[in-house]
């Protein structure tokens, strides 16, 4: 059964610290990752990775993914408390099509 | 471009009875995959809906069914529901299937309580 584990769990932290949250997966036939930033309503999609070791960025945001270790990190520099959220991160077969979640790092950002 | 809605957005039910939630994806998406998410099992596969058809099916009882529309629109029909039913439903839409490395778009979500 495909299985993916996030950590940590709940992290907090002050506006203007740099985060790593971690996620690492067992997916037959894995296709790709995605991590979701999930505030008091449905998830928002963040990255899509596919190929390891290629960094996606967006903003304050970054994501890589190493398909030989089966991890990705999410990485979040000058955290604001507007970061402060869920962040989900999912891993999607080829075969299913479907995508098995991760229980979610829930981070705290202190003014 | 509208967003993934869902209708309703919070629903009151008693046990043993059925629910039916409602779907719209984006405009030219395709595929709807449906989602459970409840604080003790976290985010889980429902299914998958595309070109009217179920592609994928996630480990949910036969109680659990769907349905999905010419217009790409798609159902969710629960039977005979029961208190651990109570749960966040979140349908996501992509314009191709999701196994095919596309990104889907979430929807606010159902919240249904079984009471």
């Known amino acids: 059964e495909d299985k993916v584990v996030q950590s940590p769990l709940s992290l907090v932290v002050h506006e203007g610290d740099t985060v790593t949250l971690n996620c690492s997966y067992e997916?037959?036939?894995?296709?790709?990752l995605l991590w979701y930033k999930q505030e008091k309503k449905a998830p928002t999609f963040l990255f899509m990775l596919t190929s390891s070791g290629i960094e996606k960025k967006s903003g304050r945001l970054s994501s890589i993914l190493d398909k030989k270790e089966l991890f990705s990190i999410l990485n979040i520099t000058a955290t604001q408390t507007g970061d402060s959220a869920i962040y989900l991160c999912?891993?999607?077969?080829?075969?299913?099509?479907?995508?098995?979640f991760g229980d979610g790092t829930t981070l705290t950002v202190k003014p | 471009k509208a967003g993934v809605t869902q209708t309703p957005r919070y629903l009151i039910k008693t046990r043993g009875q059925q629910v039916t939630l409602s779907c719209s994806p984006i405009?030219?998406?395709?595929?709807v995959s449906w989602y459970q998410q409840t604080p003790g099992q976290g985010l889980q596969f429902l299914f998958e809906y595309f070109s009217e058809t179920q592609r994928n099916k996630g480990n949910f009882p036969g109680r659990f069914s769907g349905r999905q529309f010419s217009n790409s629109r798609s159902e969710m029909n629960v039977s005979t529901l029961e208190l651990g039913d109570s749960a966040l439903y979140l349908c996501a839409s992509s314009l191709g299937l999701a196994g095919d490395m596309e990104t889907q778009y979430f929807g606010p979500g159902t919240r249904l309580l079984v009471l």
């Open positions: 997916v037959t036939n894995f296709r790709s």
């Open positions: 405009s030219g998406h395709r595929s």
């Open positions: 999912a891993g999607r077969n080829t075969n299913a099509g479907k995508s098995t």
